[in-house]
């Protein structure tokens, strides 16, 4: 199965703050990957999908972008209700779904 | 509007099953590969199995190949989970998700219930 790793672990940030989180595979998966966001208590929410696209409904101030092995989520200025857990998952053809171990954003 | 609920968690004895449901609404359920996802208490997501609309294109986590069985009843807008010979370790929220975009049989999850919990102890 294909790796995601993704950095940090934890970030701490203020309201304002642009923000950036890492995701890294360990073998190409061109664009094949999604962002989710999860506050807890509740599922995961889609953010992003194929790397770049955001999904409807989702605040322009996300944005993802990178290919290949190396991808990030950015955004531009934290809003109090983006505190939480962000995963990546990536959906490489004929490979299993597997997810990155989470990037907690916490209130600085 | 696109709903999806489960039912089914509770505790269980090591060695025991449970057969968990996530019942549709608000789109063409046949249309749609689903999903199951678990997340351990304090972890990570975990992909555990998907299935095509028409109940072909069967794929299981490592973790759970043998054990669990996914099926679906497109009459009943239903995705079920049958979980045999449970362990410790499969102790969980376990999340039902629609599938938006597939490819190579892998895909992306667009919505999810709000989940139901598993939880495997003696």
């Known amino acids: 199965d294909i790796q995601m790793t993704q950095s940090p672990s934890t970030l701490s940030a203020s309201v304002g703050d642009r923000v950036t989180v890492t995701c890294r595979a360990n073998?190409?998966?061109?664009?094949?990957l999604a962002w989710y966001q999860q506050i807890p208590g509740k599922p995961p929410k889609l953010l992003i999908f194929?790397?770049?696209n955001l999904e409807s409904g989702v605040p322009s101030r996300f944005s993802g972008s990178g290919s290949g092995t190396e991808f990030t989520l950015t955004i531009s200025s934290l809003q109090p209700d983006d505190f939480a857990t962000y995963y990546c998952?990536?959906?490489?053809?004929?490979?299993?779904?597997?997810f990155g171990q989470g990037t907690k954003v916490e209130i600085k | 509007e696109v709903q999806l609920l489960e039912s089914g968690g509770g505790l269980v004895q090591p060695g025991g099953s449970l057969r968990l449901s996530c019942a549709a609404s608000?789109?063409?359920?046949?249309?749609?590969?689903m999903s199951w996802v678990r997340q351990a208490p304090g972890k990570g997501l975990e992909w555990v199995s998907g299935?095509?609309?028409?109940?072909?294109?069967?794929h299981y986590a490592d973790s759970v190949k043998g054990r669990f069985a996914i099926s679906r009843d497109n009459s009943k807008n239903t995705l079920y989970l049958q979980m045999n010979s449970l362990r410790v370790e499969d102790t969980a929220d376990y999340y039902c998700?629609?599938?938006?975009?597939?490819?190579?049989?892998?895909?992306?999850?667009?919505?999810w219930g709000q989940g139901t919990v598993v939880a495997v102890s003696s």
């Open positions: 998700a629609r599938d938006r975009y597939c490819s190579g049989g892998s895909c992306f999850m667009d919505y």
């Open positions: 608000g789109f063409t359920f046949s249309s749609y590969t």
């Open positions: 299935l095509g609309g028409s109940g072909g294109n069967i």
């Open positions: 073998q190409s998966i061109s664009s094949w």
């Open positions: 194929k790397a770049s």
């Open positions: 998952q990536q959906y490489s053809p004929y490979s299993r779904r597997t």
